[in-house]
């Protein structure tokens, strides 16, 4: 049976994907991913908008003839600004350079409009300052750390803290991998990437929340005399809830590639791009990260707990009396002449040669033989 098939069949929910033991494939992939991301923050950095740094903006209208380079070379020189950054807004070109005085802003826009061949009153300017910049980045630390406070104190009393805790490395592990990925895109974070940031936050929530319940409600019934271990409990919670959660996703990724595939391209909307990236890298990821990593890591801190270490234990037990038994039995079988002798240590072969001794027993003895009865004058000659 080739992949595509296997895949096929657990999408259609027809066999079950034994995701939670593996753990080791999983944590093995997200730590790839995220030193990958760790060397795009390291090595390319992240990319701030000037609302974080600070600067000025230029807004160009009425210029659809005039290329990116005609655009850099009315404002590169001017005023003492040196390599400006320079954007596709729709029909209109966004021009973001340093922080400028009301003078080099006039400066600016009288020799902008003459290379362009644009009137001034096209060109809209916007200083920022840096301290305003400041001002938000404090402002969404504050949100991030109130939000992960929140989901841990609902976590821990609607579920429990063991919960709690594989969530929490759910929603870093999504936010390291989506931060290291808009590293490395170049793309400029702006106060619409951190909205992004956030939503992916709740999203990712959201998944994990789902499957938690599922394996609570699942577990719920095992008890020392049970038949399955927590985590096979567990990975059956799961796969029930597998295709429910990639078609959750798909919905849901899906206008989100539009958008930043097909809007920013086709279109030009290249002020819905940082959103975008953010909301279509956090979906995947946190898709993934509340199927492959939340789920194993909180199955591996509920088998730490004394209940399922004995349920554990007995099973094991259980499994391994009737191995006992066929032992036991075998012992007890005389060996026929001319058997072949299995290997010594291995149970399997030595069970087929008890069950081959037993059955050519069975054959050997028949129906039994009756004597030959002669005809009545033979025995009337008697």
Known sequence: M???????????????????????????????LIVFSLAGLLVQGLNFGVEFKGGSVFTINKAKSA??????GAVNGVAGIHDPIVQKAGDAWRVTTKSLDPKQVAEVKQDASKKLNVSENDISTQVVGASW????????????IVFM???????AVAFEWRMAV??????????IITAGIYAWSGFEVTPATLLGFLTILGYSLYDAVVVFDMIKEVTRPLTAKSK??????????LSSTLVRSLNTSLVAILPVAAILFIGTTV??????????LALFVGMIVGTY??????????????EREPRYRELRRNIAKREESPKRQAKAAKAAVPATPGDDASPAGDDDAQDEVAAGVTLRKVVQQGPRQQPKRGTRQQRRGK
């Open 267 to 276: 279109f030009g909307a290249g002020t819905l791009k940082d959103l975008s």
């Open 166 to 175: 594989a969530a929490m490395v759910a929603l870093l592990h999504d936010l």
């Open 228 to 237: 399955i271990t927590y985590s096979e409990a567990a990975n059956q919670a």
């Open 133 to 144: 910049g400041g001002e938000i980045t404090k402002k969404a630390w504050q949100a991030l």
């Open 67 to 72: 290329s990116i380079e005609d655009v850099r």
């Open 2 to 32: 080739g992949l595509r098939a296997v895949i096929s069949r657990i999408y259609r929910g027809e066999i079950s994907a034994d995701i939670v033991g593996k753990p080791k494939l999983w944590y093995s992939i997200s730590g790839l």
């Open 289 to 302: 990260s509340s199927i492959c990593v939340a789920t194993p890591l909180l199955v591996q801190l509920k």
């Open 149 to 155: 406070i929140l989901i841990i104190g609902y976590l």
